[in-house]
């Protein structure tokens, strides 16, 4: 096993998902992790992170300089590379330009931390620096070097020290995988026997530990990153581990139905089903504004969930799903930006109520929590289930939300969700969805003139959300939707799909 040493990096849950991926486990400590511990720990491997921080500061983060006496290699990567250089008696200084982005190096001779690079082509690389080292510490040998770092990478054959100015983890470095290949069976003589199943033999004991005889709540979507959570809680504690599903009558056709049977009857788990359809409803009549829309549901969630969870006595933690790119997300991103939607789940609850928060999967990303998904034996219909949003089909009915436009939006969604899948394009896409817009306009039937409502179709195709492009679904596909909605859906006489990308327009209507 490895330990990663965190100097604050946005790219450390990175190199801890490199390492998994290879197949051993890791860690990820703050950077001053007492040296006990890390005794304790036994690692085959360390591994110094970057950071926003510059070693020359005078608050700059230091680990515990001993680390270099416990004859355990070490890789520092950008910033742990310096602070590798100072702890040793190398020299580091403030360099004039910074060096960002992608960059050239060039490997100097061979050695075990680029075994199998090529020696005589340039070697790209992902650079993310100010400082640089002007001087090796003595006992090591310059590795590579690129134009702006003379010290692109380092290392001490016998003691095993290794160091590298750019950044391995990110996949702007395309043969970084290889190098941590190398660290890691090479190196440190790893062995590759780690897989998302022993993630959960790691998880459900520290979730135990970490809850001890309390109970938790969370709130059940139906997505796979709740029922992950619910199932890796039930499975760490049983019946205290409480989920809440709130039914807001904005769901597909039959979704309510699907989340229901799963944790009832496939993974019976201390499932409440909270059936708020009427009042969600209610607060939404005469409601056009889409910002008002999502306001007015995401504070009615909240409170349901509340009262719901107040029923369940003595609950001191709420367990969420949040994913490492929310968490990169809510660090880089945030802050006075314009709002462009309120996105909205259980973020403000444990403002309101005393929870303690729990984010078990915190370090995963959304592929590997579809791993640990099928490893939990959850169902492929929520494994694969595409990102729907918190507030439903009341974003998708442009104008006033009424149980006759829902039901029409509703029939219209199940034919695209029904011909994506019989055409095995349902997991190839990020979404697919209708629209049901306010205008009508003139069709002809029979030889009656119509006068109904439009259907837009959206279908996308998109890495995280934050961009996105639509899909080009062939032809026949397409007629197929429209055939089938205008012929089957009463009150629809057009269909229309919606060719714009992401930015500048935006996945959901509203
Ligand atoms: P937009 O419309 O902003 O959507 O391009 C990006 C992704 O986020 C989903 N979405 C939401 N998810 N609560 C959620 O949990 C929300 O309020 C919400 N609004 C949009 C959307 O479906 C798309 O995948």
Redesign the pocket.
Known sequence: KILILDFGSQYTQLIARRVRELGVYSEIQPYNYPLEKIKEFCPKGIILSGSPSSVLAKEAPRCDDSIFSLNIPVLGICYGLQLMTLILGGKVERGEKREFGSATIKILKENALFWNLPLDKPLKVWMSHGDRVIQLPPGFKLLATSENSPVAAMGDEKRQFWGVQFHPEVVHTPRGKKIFRNFLFRICQCKADWSMGSFMEYIIPKLREEVGKNKVVCALSGGVDSSVVAVLLHRAIGDKAHAIFVDNGLLRTGEAQEVKEVFTKKIPLNFHYVDKTKLFLKHLKGVIDPELK?KIIGNLFIDVFEQEAKKIKNVSFLAQGTLYPDVIESVSFKGPAAI??????VGGLPERMPLKLIEPLRELFKDEVRILARELGLPEVIIKRQ?????GLA?RIIGEVTPQRLSILRKADKIVLEEMRKANLYDTV??SFAILLPIKTVGVMGDERTYQHVIALRVVESVD?MT?DWARLPYNILERISNRIINEVSGINRVVYDISS?PPS???WE
């Not at 462009?340 to 789940?345: A, E, L, V």
């Not at 990102?387 to 507030?391: A, I, Q, Y």
């Open positions: 999502r462009i939607k309120s996105h909205h789940n990102p729907f949003p918190g507030p974003i990020w979404q959300g996105a992401k935006t996945i959901e």
